[in-house]
């Protein structure tokens, strides 16, 4: 996902460094589905200035991405790229954490 989803509220989310990294099964394209959904905390410095979002992603390895984070307002001069492992990450698709009623306090 480019932003915080907007859950509970949406300004909530602005405030939010937490991210969803959404896996699908696209071996049959015309029915693709969600096989995982991840937690990806942004960098604290990249949270709190500008209007930062992860632009891309890229494949590097089975369970292992290359993340872009940028600043919509400085891209030239504010732009980080992490390495990202999702091998050992917890799968959040079909838990309580997936779901819209759930909220945080």
Do not use: C
């Amino acid at each position: 996902m480019q932003s915080p989803a907007d859950n509970p509220t949406t300004k909530i989310s602005k405030a939010s460094r937490n991210l969803r990294i959404v896996q699908l099964d696209i071996s049959r394209p015309a029915k693709p589905r969600v096989t995982g959904e991840y937690l990806n905390i942004r960098d604290a410095d990249n949270s709190t200035d500008g209007d930062w979002e992860t632009s891309s992603m890229s494949w590097l390895a089975p369970g292992q991405l290359l993340v872009e984070e940028r600043d919509g307002d400085a891209p030239t001069k504010h732009t980080y790229f992490y390495a990202v492992d999702l091998r050992q990450a917890t799968n959040l698709a079909g838990t309580k954490w997936d779901d819209l009623a759930t909220t945080h306090h």
